[in-house]
């Protein structure tokens, strides 16, 4: 983290200009209403229609939705089949929409995992939303922290050893360099429904500094309003990134 973390970190508003959200419960929203679990995962999808317009309207820089964790591979293959079908028709149903609301599109995770015609399909959302201005939706899908982290690593070395990059010195800043949210700004706001308060392998790296704010609603009941609560509780914290209280209060008063 460098010394000048404090600087920028907000819209002129007081938004964050990062808000990253693990959307869970939506398996257990279902199965409150006797319906099976696919079901809840559709009612998310709506969910993210409303975050992504609200965040339109609020001029948020960057939204990261958590779709799909490197570890969620483990659940029942049929759970696994639906959640990679609703990924597909979800990006065939919106991607114009996305790029008439001048958003760009971006997927991070482990992309090689995904079938030929979806890795394709992907690459088709992200190419034609590239030059869009606007809100940049970055979707974890086969991702984690710890893969995050290790790629980036990993992309160091190749530098290294191919004779791009001469040094003998590992920086933060050359790692943030590698990461899959490179050039873009942390997290200042990190959002997790669903009632369970961990992290689940998410932006490990990224989330050095996040403001955590966790809610027992279940993803498919989180709204508009759900999402300007949780930017209201943002907005009365104090971020300190280590200094005092008082400095935070009075830069000039800091030496
Ligand atoms: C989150 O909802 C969506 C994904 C992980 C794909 P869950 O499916 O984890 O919902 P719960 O936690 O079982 O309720
Ligand atoms: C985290 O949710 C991943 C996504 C929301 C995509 P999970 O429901 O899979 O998390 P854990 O495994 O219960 O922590
Ligand atoms: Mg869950």
Same mark, same amino acid.
């Given at each position: 983290m460098s010394d000048d /973390?404090?600087?920028e970190l907000t819209t002129d508003n007081g938004n964050p200009r990062h808000i990253a959200i693990i959307m869970d419960g939506n398996g257990r929203w279902a199965q409150k209403r006797l319906l099976p679990r696919f079901l809840g995962h559709q009612?998310?999808?709506?969910?993210?229609?409303?975050?992504?317009?609200?965040?339109?309207? =609020?001029?948020?820089?960057? *939204? @990261?939705?958590? $779709?799909?964790? @490197?570890?969620?591979?483990?659940? &029942? &293959? /049929?759970?696994v089949n639906l959640l990679m079908k609703l990924f597909m028709s979800t990006l065939q149903k919106e991607i114009d929409k996305l790029d008439r609301n001048n958003i760009k599109l971006l997927c991070i995770g482990n992309k090689a995992d995904f079938s030929p /015609?979806?890795?394709?399909?992907?690459?088709?959302? =992200? $190419?034609?939303?590239?030059?869009?201005?606007? #809100?940049?939706?970055i979707i974890a899908a086969n991702y984690g922290g710890h893969w995050d982290i290790c790629h980036a690593t990993q992309q160091v070395l190749?530098?290294? *050893?191919?004779? +791009? #990059?001469?040094?003998?010195?590992?920086?933060?800043? *050359?790692? =943030? +360099?590698? #990461? @899959?949210? /490179?050039g873009l700004p942390e997290p200042d706001l990190f959002i997790r429904t669903g009632g369970e308060q961990r992290v689940s392998n998410f932006l490990l790296w990224q989330l050095a500094y996040t403001e955590f704010y966790f809610t027992p609603?279940?993803? &498919?009941?989180?709204? +508009? =309003? @759900? #999402?300007?609560e949780a930017i209201e509780s943002f907005k009365r914290r104090q971020r300190r990134f280590g200094q005092t209280g008082e400095q935070v209060l009075h830069p000039s008063h800091s030496s």
């Open positions: /973390a404090s600087i009612a998310g999808v709506r969910t993210v229609r409303k975050i992504v317009d609200y965040c339109v309207k =609020e001029n948020i820089k960057v *939204l @990261s939705l958590f $779709a799909f964790s @490197s570890e969620n591979w483990r659940r &029942p &293959p /049929a759970e /015609a979806l890795q394709a399909k992907i690459a088709e959302g =992200e $190419a034609q939303t590239t030059h869009n201005t606007g #809100l940049t939706l190749d530098k290294i *050893l191919t004779g +791009q #990059l001469v040094t003998g010195i590992i920086t933060e800043q *050359l790692i =943030e +360099q590698h #990461l @899959s949210t /490179a609603t279940l993803w &498919p009941d989180f709204g +508009q =309003e @759900s #999402l300007g």
